[in-house]
């Protein structure tokens, strides 16, 4: 799959969905050098789980799918796994469910920690709220 076709994908899967502007961009920098086919694909399962069941959506599934982050009652996590990737999307709601920030989960114990995103994601929803 092109660089070109996924960003188009990415953009699809978002429509109706309020997300920061540095949000893409990070996805797209995750995905570089890896399958983004495989990538979307269970991206577009969890958009679809968030976009029917919002709220519900971490009393519905596992924490292997969605979870509240427990040292930031307002973010929440969705896990997007797939070869070689294990993407955490950092988001919020307020009315509507608000991307935020990702990063992927690979690579040792320092980034498996929320820690580090949680004051990014924080002013990221600042920021939005702001704009609008």
Known sequence: MDK??????LFELLDGFTFHQDAVPEIIAILKNKNPAKFLEVFEKRISELKKYH???????????????????DLYSMHVVSPGLNVRILYAYDGDEIILCCFNEIGGKSNTDYTPHIPKAHARFNEIKKSK
């Open 55 to 73: 709220y519900r959506v971490t009393e519905i599934f596992t924490k292997k799918k969605f979870e509240n982050l427990t040292h930031a009652k």
């Open 4 to 9: 070109t076709t996924y960003i188009n994908k």
